[in-house]
């Protein structure tokens, strides 16, 4: 049974960083894509980020790109996501889920995505 833990989130101030972490059992995880979404009161989950199960390719949404960064460690089964230069617009619950397969067509599409965890919270305070 897949399990996706995600930790890391807090409460920080616009301009300041945080490195949010997902731990994953459960099968072979360099099989699989790894993805970042978020949540913010009243709206859709949106997508941030994915890594192929190597790692080699990395996929951002244009609201995060050059202040996020996606990244994995095959060896512990955790994919990160590094978050610099925090906007006030980046609140929202942040959800570590993994691909069905190793890659992604359609990386932004949540059906990409077999599992999800449960959320960790980031509110950036302007």
């Known amino acids: 049974q897949v399990q996706l833990v995600e930790s890391g989130g807090g409460l920080v101030q616009t301009g300041g960083s945080l490195r949010l972490s997902c731990a994953a059992s459960g099968r072979t995880f360099s099989n699989y894509l790894m993805g970042w979404f978020r949540q913010a009161p009243g709206k859709e989950r949106e997508f941030v980020a994915a890594i192929s199960g190597s790692g080699k390719r990395t996929y951002y949404a244009d609201s995060v790109k050059g202040r996020f960064t996606i990244s994995r460690d095959n060896a512990k089964n955790t994919v990160y996501l590094q978050m610099n230069s925090l906007k006030p617009e980046d609140t929202a619950v942040y959800y570590c889920?993994?691909?069905?397969?190793?890659?992604?067509?359609?990386?932004?599409?949540?059906?990409?995505?077999?599992?999800w965890g449960q959320g960790t919270q980031v509110t950036v305070s302007s």
């Open positions: 889920a993994q691909g069905r397969l190793v890659y992604c067509d359609s990386c932004s599409n949540a059906g990409t995505y077999d599992y």
